[in-house]
């Protein structure tokens, strides 16, 4: 079985209006969602939530301010899950609470895995 980190990608700016009771509804979607892969015995380990806030360090030793505010979507948070295939990763991510908030899933497979 192959190993795929799924990088998780939306808006901050469309969670900064959440109220309390949006974070508890997100949350338990969340849970529930890992909670049916980890059945599946597809969960292999959690990732945790990103700041919006961090720096791009290029080449050269450049450090500039990032992520970029006008991109409609940042990386927020990221995890990693067992499939069979590339096409089996991707099936069990269509489900992800992640679409509530029209976010994207990135399915990548870890190479040596």
Known sequence: MKEFMLLFRADYGKMQHYKPEDWQAATKKWKDWTDRLIAKGKWVAPGTQLSPNG????????????????????????CIMRAESLEEAVELSKDCPIFQIDGSVEVRERIGS
């Open 55 to 78: 720096k791009i360090v290029k080449s050269k030793g450049v450090v500039t301010d990032g992520p970029y505010a006008e991109l409609k979507e940042s990386l927020l948070s990221y």
